[in-house]
T-cell receptor, first 115, second 112 residues
């Protein structure tokens, strides 16, 4: 079974803090994704990576950065958290680099609240 | 830009009845259309997908149909059961890169 884990289920931070969300997958997948999930807006892609040290902007990258130093780990960084970044953050992975047609396996999500 | 429209946003059906959720996409290069189910408090999981060379695909009580000419695809659930209650997301592959374009989701409520 593919396992995708995220470092925290719930996180509360203050405005202006630097926030790190970590995601780890154990199936040697090439692609990793960070999504933001808000009611009525579905899943919006923030960043994705198809290889170590490679990253591509998604639809809403502003205010976020990412890091992929190892194949199994993909980190999402909020440089200076703001209240409009309060949301559910989902990480996902899929097997083949550059393929959009492979199943995406999701982590359990991190509910981030920024006060 | 490319988008996927999903309707309805909420669907309430009697247990045992059928449910249909519809999606329309705009990118003519899209060739892969998955459906994900997200139960309350859980992670999204793939339940069925279809590729552009196929018009229909079935898996037990669920089926997906694709009309490439009209650029729409639908999820059909027959004989609905309480465990079908969830949010369902459709998606379409983006022709230009590795992404999926996601619909906004449909909350399916099964009434006992």
């Amino acid at each position: 079974d593919v396992k995708v884990t995220q470092s925290s289920r719930y996180l509360v931070k203050r405005t202006g803090e630097k926030v790190f969300l970590e995601c780890v997958q154990d199936m040697d997948h090439e692609n990793m994704f960070w999504y933001r999930q808000d009611p009525g807006l579905g899943l919006r892609l923030i960043y994705f990576s198809y290889d170590v040290k490679m990253k591509e902007k998604g639809d809403i990258p502003e205010g976020y950065s990412v890091s992929r130093e190892k194949k199994e780990r993909f980190s999402l960084i909020l440089e200076s958290a703001s209240t409009n970044q309060t949301s559910m953050y989902l990480c996902a992975s899929s097997s083949r680099a550059g393929s959009s047609t492979d199943t995406q396996y999701f982590g359990p999500g991190t509910r981030l609240t920024v006060l | 830009g490319e988008n996927v429209e999903q309707h309805p946003s909420t669907l309430s059906v009697q247990e045992g009845d059928s449910a249909v959720i519809k999606c329309t996409y705009s990118d003519s290069a899209s060739n892969y259309f998955p459906w994900y189910k997200q139960e309350l408090g859980k992670r999204p999981q793939l339940i069925i997908d279809i590729r552009s060379n196929v018009g229909e695909k079935k898996d037990q009580r669920i089926a997906v149909t694709l009309n490439k000419t009209a650029k729409h695809f639908s999820l059909h659930i027959t004989e609905t059961q309480p465990e079908d209650s969830a949010v369902y997301f459709c998606a379409a592959s983006k022709g230009s890169n590795y992404q999926l374009i996601w619909g906004a989701g449909t909350k399916l409520i099964i009434k006992p």
